[in-house]
C-alpha cells in the first residue's frame, strides 16, 4: 500500500512554499540554534524554545500578506502569532534533518482577553498552529505560541518540551482557571494551507475581509 504523503518523512523534510526550510535564512537559523548540540531530540528543545521565546506570540499582527507566512519571512519578526510561529519551527525542523509538519485545531481561549474577543466577536480560535515532529519514531506535537514571557505575566502556565512528549496548549492557568480547550482538530498538512485557512477565517470572524494587509501597522521586522 502507498504511504500517505502525510507520513512520508522524506516529504516532510523537503521544503514547502511557506516551509522553506532550503531558504539560507532559515539554515542559518536551524544551524545557529543547534550548533554543538546533540541528538535530534534536544536539537528539537532548543529550535523550539528559540521560537516559543525568541519571537514574542502577538495575536494583533495577522497579515492578509501570503509572504508573511513563510518561514525565511517570519524568522526576521520580533513578534507573531501560532501560525506564523509554527511555520518557522517546522521549517527549521526540516532545515536541521528532523522530520516535520503542521498541524492545526480550532481551541477556545477561556482566559481571553475583552479586547481581543470584541475584535474577533468570538473566543473561538480556528487553524491554531501547532507543528508535528517525528521524534524516537513516532510524531509528537508541539506548540510553539506563547512565549515565556507573556505566560508569566498574565499568570498561564509555560508550555514546555522535552524532546518526547506532546507539548500542547495547557487546560488550565496557574491559579486553576480554564484556559485553552481543544474542540476541534483539522489535521496535519506539509505546508500551510493558506487560502482554506483564510476560508474558514472568512466564516468564522466578522468582518475578516474588511481588514487590512497587516492588522497591526506598528509590526516590526528585526532585520
Known amino acids: 500500500?502507498?504511504?500517505?504523503?502525510?507520513?512520508?518523512?522524506?516529504?516532510?523534510?523537503?521544503?514547502?512554499?511557506?516551509?522553506?526550510?532550503?531558504?539560507?535564512?532559515?539554515?542559518?537559523?536551524?544551524?545557529?540554534?543547534?550548533?554543538?548540540?546533540?541528538?535530534?531530540?534536544?536539537?528539537?528543545?532548543?529550535?523550539?524554545l528559540a521560537v516559543r521565546d525568541g519571537i514574542r506570540?502577538?495575536?494583533?499582527?495577522?497579515?492578509?500578506?501570503?509572504?508573511?507566512?513563510?518561514?525565511?519571512?517570519?524568522?526576521?519578526?520580533?513578534?507573531?502569532?501560532?501560525?506564523p510561529k509554527a511555520?518557522?519551527?517546522?521549517?527549521?525542523?526540516?532545515?536541521?534533518?528532523?522530520?516535520a509538519r503542521l498541524g492545526f485545531a480550532d481551541v477556545r481561549n477561556h482566559l481571553n482577553s475583552e479586547k481581543l474577543r470584541a475584535t474577533m466577536g468570538t473566543d473561538l480560535f480556528v487553524f491554531h498552529g501547532f507543528s508535528e515532529l517525528w521524534l524516537g519514531g513516532r510524531w509528537v506535537k508541539v506548540s510553539s505560541a506563547f512565549n515565556r514571557e507573556l505566560c508569566e505575566r498574565f499568570g498561564t502556565r509555560v508550555l514546555d518540551f522535552d524532546g518526547e512528549h506532546d507539548?500542547?496548549?495547557?487546560?488550565?492557568?496557574?491559579?486553576?482557571?480554564?484556559?485553552?480547550?481543544?474542540?476541534?482538530?483539522?489535521?496535519?498538512y506539509l505546508d500551510l494551507p493558506l487560502e482554506e485557512m483564510w476560508a474558514v477565517f472568512r466564516d468564522v470572524y466578522p468582518g475578516y475581509d474588511d481588514l487590512p494587509p497587516v492588522v497591526d501597522d506598528a509590526f516590526h521586522r528585526r532585520g
Do not use: K, N
Not at 507539548?167 to 496535519?188: F, I, K, N, Q, T
Open 1 to 48: 500500500m502507498p504511504t500517505d504523503p502525510i507520513d512520508d518523512l522524506d516529504a516532510c523534510l523537503a521544503p514547502g512554499r511557506f516551509t522553506d526550510s532550503d531558504h539560507p535564512d532559515v539554515v542559518a537559523f536551524a544551524e545557529a540554534v543547534t550548533a554543538g548540540v546533540a541528538g535530534s531530540r534536544q536539537q528539537a528543545v532548543e529550535l523550539f
Open 57 to 83: 506570540y502577538d495575536p494583533y499582527v495577522v497579515s492578509r500578506d501570503p509572504d508573511d507566512f513563510r518561514a525565511s519571512r517570519v524568522v526576521h519578526t520580533d513578534r507573531a502569532w501560532c501560525v
Open 87 to 99: 511555520v518557522l519551527l517546522t521549517a527549521a525542523c526540516r532545515a536541521a534533518g528532523i522530520p
Open 167 to 188: 507539548a500542547l496548549m495547557h487546560p488550565y492557568d496557574r491559579a486553576g482557571h480554564r484556559h485553552m480547550e481543544y474542540v476541534r482538530e483539522r489535521g496535519s
